[in-house]
């Protein structure tokens, strides 16, 4: 096993499926069977999944909300989206605790990193909501800052693509994709896979990051186990 403790990081689009609404059970379905199998390997994880499927902190202040209430209805986004994707990953098998930085008792725990830590350790899935529980910061930033606390092995970036490209994939046929990049490089040239805050946690504490497609079944695992998949962003 290459990465024994991993933060893995979901987009709140990323649940919704196809629609980029709501909560797609399908595509949850799909991602809590691959999650609950890697936990089952005995790899110790923890997750961090934005909000953008029910609301986005930015898209508030673009319609004429106060920032700071923006990005705590995100923050609450995000709690609803952890406690369900916890539902699914216990129907797998799977004890999964769903923790958050702003406290919220009774629908989930306050976040202690020890205590997630600890959950991670008996064979359970720590899901660490909220963000980082302050506004102007994005759960990009949530994810690597949480990383670095438990002290993960990598941090795995769940994405609707393969990895990182020079361009859009999805616009650009001929876009090239990187297996492997420096945070300086992919800084330098504006790649957008995470906020620079992100990247600078990651970079500091020398964890890497790897974007790969969530949807693909047997992806995370195999990236879990060593396999050649995704794009690992690193200090080289």
């Known amino acids: 096993m290459k990465y024994n403790r991993i933060l893995l990081k979901l987009s709140g689009e990323a649940l919704a499926g196809a629609s980029g609404k709501g909560l797609d059970e399908v595509t949850i379905s799909t991602f809590a069977r691959q999650i609950a199998a890697v936990a089952k390997s005995g790899a110790q994880v923890a997750i961090v999944v934005g909000g953008g499927n029910i609301f986005r902190g930015l898209q508030g202040a673009g319609a004429g909300f106060e920032r700071v209430r923006g990005d705590q209805m995100g923050m609450l986004a995000t709690i609803i989206n952890s406690i369900g994707l916890s539902l699914f990953i216990k129907a797998e098998g799977v004890p999964a605790e769903v923790f958050s930085s702003t406290r919220v008792e009774p629908m989930c725990k306050y976040y202690v990193r020890d205590e997630a830590v600890e959950v991670m350790k008996n064979g359970g899935v720590a899901i660490i909501a909220g963000g980082t529980g302050n506004p102007f910061f994005t759960t990009d930033s949530a ?37 492997t990049l420096t945070f300086e490089k992919a800084l330098a040239d504006n790649l957008k896979v995470m906020d620079a805050t992100a990247f600078t946690l990651c970079r500091e504490n020398d964890i890497p990051i790897v974007v790969f497609k969530m949807e693909d079944e047997g992806t995370l695992e195999g990236i879990v186990a060593g396999k050649d998949l995704g794009t690992v962003v690193s200090n080289g």
């Open 143 to 179: 994810a690597a800052l949480r990383a670095c606390e438990i002290g993960a092995d990598a941090l795995l970036k769940g994405t609707k693509v393969d990895g990182v490209y020079d361009s859009d994939p999805m616009k650009n046929p001929d876009a090239k994709k990187y297996h």
